[in-house]
Every structure is written in structure tokens, then in C-alpha cells.
């Protein structure tokens, strides 16, 4: 154990070794590939919504004077791990549900049939077109307030 200044110099030279034994162990027989642990599929499977959520859930500055870690999400005064574990539950939770909701627009907005999406991208188009027109016509032809 190094301390941390010291271990930050050696661990971009190090850091491979573990990964890539790893990854030569995992994939050396077919048995060994065929084991996993569930969490880590849940947890993969929401990463990109974990990524962007965690912004908004856990590192949310607003009101909050020089952004203190300290004082973010606090739900319950003074119980700091209470509150990280709360905010936790609150983070996967609402990641979960909007892997959730992200994939019920998905089957929406780009569905199996070649027929629907052709229509899909024509409706876009069209308002599009539509959005172009306007500012168009907003911008040559509107006077703006107190001209």
C-alpha cells in the first residue's frame, strides 16, 4: 500500500496488469464464460443513464454555496452516510426508470416495420420544413418589440 500522491505515480504503469490477467482468465475456457454475477448485468445495462443522472441526482449544486460536497442531497441533516444511501437508492432507482422509459420511446419512435419508420422520418421532416418556415418568415417579416 502506497500512499495516494506516490500510488498516482505508479498506477498508469500498473494499472493493466490486473485487467488484462483478468481477461485472459476469464476467457480461457468456456465454463469460465459462462459464469457472471448478475448485478454487474443489471448494473451495465444502465450505465449510460447512471452517467447522465448522476449530475442532476448526486452532484446537483443548485442552492448550494461553492458547490460543497458535504452539504449536496442532504435529505437528513446531519447524518451524512444516511444520506448518501438514500440518495443512492434515489440515483439507481430513477436510472432504472429511465433505462426504462428510454426504451419504451425507442420501440416508439423507431419501430421494426420499414413502413412506420418511412413514416416516422417523413412526419419529422415535415415539421422540420414547417420549423424552417416559420423562423423564416419570423425573421424576414416580424418586427421586433420597440422598433
Given at each position: 500500500?502506497?500512499?495516494?500522491?506516490?500510488?498516482?505515480?505508479?498506477?498508469?504503469?500498473?494499472?493493466?496488469?490486473?485487467?488484462?490477467?483478468?481477461?485472459?482468465?476469464?476467457?480461457?475456457?468456456?465454463?469460465?464464460?459462462?459464469?457472471?454475477?448478475?448485478?454487474?448485468?443489471?448494473?451495465g445495462?444502465?450505465?449510460?443513464?447512471?452517467?447522465?443522472?448522476?449530475?442532476?441526482?448526486?452532484?446537483?449544486?443548485?442552492?448550494?454555496?461553492?458547490?460543497?460536497?458535504?452539504?449536496?442531497?442532504?435529505?437528513?441533516?446531519?447524518?451524512?452516510m444516511?444520506?448518501?444511501?438514500?440518495?443512492?437508492?434515489l440515483?439507481?432507482?430513477?436510472?432504472?426508470?429511465?433505462?426504462?422509459?428510454?426504451?419504451?420511446?425507442?420501440?416508439?419512435?423507431?419501430?421494426?416495420?420499414?413502413?412506420?419508420i418511412?413514416?416516422?422520418a417523413?412526419?419529422?421532416?415535415?415539421?422540420?420544413?414547417a420549423?424552417?418556415?416559420?423562423?423564416?418568415?419570423?425573421?424576414?417579416?416580424?418586427?421586433?418589440?420597440?422598433?
Open positions: 500500500m502506497l500512499p495516494k500522491l506516490e500510488y498516482n505515480v505508479v498506477h498508469p504503469y500498473t494499472s493493466w496488469i490486473p485487467i488484462t490477467c483478468f481477461i485472459i482468465l476469464r476467457n480461457l475456457t468456456q465454463g469460465l464464460r459462462s459464469w457472471y454475477i448478475e448485478v454487474f448485468c443489471v448494473c445495462k444502465i450505465t449510460l443513464e447512471t452517467y447522465i443522472s448522476q449530475f442532476h441526482i448526486w452532484l446537483s449544486t443548485e442552492n448550494v454555496p461553492n458547490g460543497q460536497p458535504t452539504k449536496l442531497m442532504e435529505l437528513i441533516p446531519g447524518y451524512p444516511i444520506n448518501f444511501g438514500v440518495a443512492t437508492l440515483y439507481v432507482g430513477v436510472s432504472q426508470r429511465v433505462f426504462s422509459l428510454t426504451n419504451d420511446l425507442k420501440i416508439a419512435c423507431v419501430p421494426n416495420n420499414n413502413k412506420l418511412g413514416l416516422n417523413t412526419f419529422a421532416a415535415g415539421w422540420m420544413v420549423a424552417v418556415a416559420v423562423g423564416f418568415v419570423m425573421v424576414k417579416f416580424v418586427q421586433p418589440i420597440g422598433e
